[in-house]
C-alpha cells in the first residue's frame, strides 16, 4: 500500500514515519502527478494558510480535489483538517472546501499553546486515544452525511468521517499509538 504525505510544509516527516512503521510505503508528495500511484494520502499539520499557498502554487489543488471526489482517501490532521474543511469560522480562506463542516482555528486560546489528553474514538474501541493538540483547531458544525469520529470529555467534536475522507484536530503521528494509522491503512485498503 502507497499513502502519500503531503510535503510541502508542517509535520510530514513524522506522518511518514508512522505509515512506514505500520507496513506501508510513504512517498513525499509535492507535485499533481505523484497522486496518480497513491492509495491514500495524508494531509499533515503546520500552518494552514502556507500549505494552502504552496498547493496553489504546486498546481495541488484541483487535482487533489478532483482525486478526493473520485474516492482516494485523504486523512486530514491539524492544519490538513483546516485545508478539508468547507468552511473556517469568521475567515473567508479559500480551502480544498472537501468535507461539508466549520472549523475554528487556534480555538484553545493562544495561550495554551500544545497539550495533550484522552480523547474518545469509539471506532477504535474503549482505549481513549492520547491526543496531542498544537495551536489546534476544534469543529464547530459538522454537516449531514458528515460522522463524529472524535470527541473530547466536554463534547468539542475534534474528529470526524465523510466517507473517504478523516479530519481530526490533533497530531496522531506524534505519539506511539498507531491506531488512527491503521485505521486509515485499512480504509485505503476497502
Ligand atoms: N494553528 C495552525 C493553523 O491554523 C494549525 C496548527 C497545527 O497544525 N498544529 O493552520
Request: include cysteine; proline fraction near 6%; hydrophobic fraction near 45%.
Amino acid at each position: 500500500m502507497r499513502i502519500g504525505v503531503l510535503a510541502l510544509q508542517g509535520a510530514f516527516a513524522e506522518h511518514m514515519s508512522a505509515i512506514e512503521r505500520i507496513g506501508a510505503e510513504a512517498p513525499p508528495v509535492r507535485l499533481p502527478d505523484q497522486l496518480d500511484s497513491l492509495d491514500g494520502l495524508v494531509i499533515p499539520g503546520g500552518e494552514s494558510t502556507s500549505i494552502l499557498t504552496l498547493m496553489k502554487s504546486f498546481g495541488l489543488v484541483q487535482a487533489l480535489r478532483e482525486r478526493a471526489q473520485a474516492g482516494l482517501p485523504v486523512m486530514g490532521t491539524c492544519a490538513g483538517m483546516i485545508c478539508l474543511a468547507s468552511e473556517v469560522s469568521g475567515s473567508d480562506m479559500a480551502t480544498l472546501a472537501l468535507m461539508d463542516i466549520t472549523v475554528d482555528r487556534n480555538s484553545f486560546g493562544r495561550q495554551i499553546d500544545s497539550f495533550q489528553t484522552a480523547v474518545s474514538v469509539p471506532a477504535l474501541g474503549q482505549e481513549p486515544f492520547p491526543a496531542v493538540f498544537i495551536r489546534a483547531p476544534s469543529i464547530s458544525r459538522v454537516g449531514e452525511g458528515v460522522g463524529v469520529m472524535a470527541t473530547l470529555p466536554d463534547g468539542v467534536v475534534v474528529g470526524c468521517r465523510q466517507a473517504n475522507l478523516i479530519a481530526l484536530a490533533f497530531h496522531p503521528e506524534i505519539t506511539d499509538d498507531l491506531r488512527l494509522h491503521r485505521y486509515f491503512l485499512s480504509l485505503a485498503m476497502g
